[in-house]
């Protein structure tokens, strides 16, 4: 790849009555920064805007973020090697386009300033957003990369929730991780930590249930939580074959069960 970049530098660049062009680059990043310098501002931009979603995109991506005439950029960029097109890739049916080289798109991605690289990446979450259909774990992530972390908390809660009810274990985890590390209201927590505890029931991880039901618990805001945890308490005690502690959590989910029906 190194070999493949300097020589397509070289190729591009004009000679300025040099053998070689006007300068070997020293790395294979210097090689990517020099192909990228020499694309007119337009195609410059596209790329930038396409590193940014970190996937490949649609003309509909690009245009979303500024990018004036995506077709004739996507044309140029396909030309110098730095684009190729996919059919039926990550949107099943839709004509997308990506970086040839994940070396090209992190240094595109590298080369934009980062108060810009804030504000593009906020724009690509409201794009999306506004599809009829989208991924609030690639939404979160953006808003996340834009240090919008309230609403980036919040998008990646609705994933994990979504991903939960779906039996998708490794997402749930993931984006129930980022929700909760980021910070989420108690109410939306306490559904967090019951979805991890659900999933590790489904791993059989039985020793990180527990961990995540203790977590569920204290963040329980009714009776109706608190009484949902304590029940599945006493189902992992009684799976775990520890009947005392089932029989000891018992009285205190029938009292939070009967509260809630008050």
Do not use: W
Not at 37 to 63: E, H, M, N, T, Y
Not at 206 to 223: C, F, G, K, N, V
């Amino acid at each position: 790849l190194f070999v493949e970049q300097i020589a397509s530098s070289l190729r591009e660049r004009p000679s300025d009555g040099e053998p070689h062009g006007s300068g070997l680059p020293f790395t294979v990043e210097a090689a990517i920064q020099s192909r990228l310098d020499d694309l007119s501002d337009d195609a410059r931009v596209a790329c930038r805007v396409a590193s940014i979603f970190g996937r490949p995109v649609q003309l509909a991506d690009l245009k979303a973020l500024g990018v004036a005439d995506p077709v004739q950029c996507i044309a140029l960029l396909a030309e110098r090697d730095l684009i190729e097109t996919q059919i039926g890739g990550s949107r099943s049916g839709s004509v997308e386009y990506r970086f040839r080289s994940s070396l090209v798109a992190a240094v595109a991605y590298r080369a934009i300033p980062k108060e810009m690289r804030s504000t593009m990446h906020r724009r690509a979450a409201g794009h999306l957003a506004d599809q009829a259909v989208f991924d609030a774990e690639e939404v979160g992530v953006h808003l996340e990369r834009a240090e919008a972390n309230v609403a980036a908390a919040l998008q990646f809660a609705d994933a994990a929730l979504t991903a939960g009810a779906r039996g998708d274990a490794v997402r749930a985890l993931r984006c129930s991780a980022r929700a909760l590390a980021l910070g989420v209201r108690d109410e939306v927590r306490f559904a967090l930590h019951m979805v991890r505890a659900d999933t590790f029931r489904f791993l059989r991880n039985r020793s990180e249930q527990a961990s995540e039901l203790q977590r569920a618990l204290a963040a329980a805001r009714t009776h109706a939580e608190r009484a949902r945890a304590l029940t599945d308490q006493i189902t992992l005690a009684g799976r775990s074959g520890d009947h005392a502690a089932a029989r000891a959590v018992a009285a205190s989910a029938v009292a939070e069960a009967d509260a809630s029906e008050d």
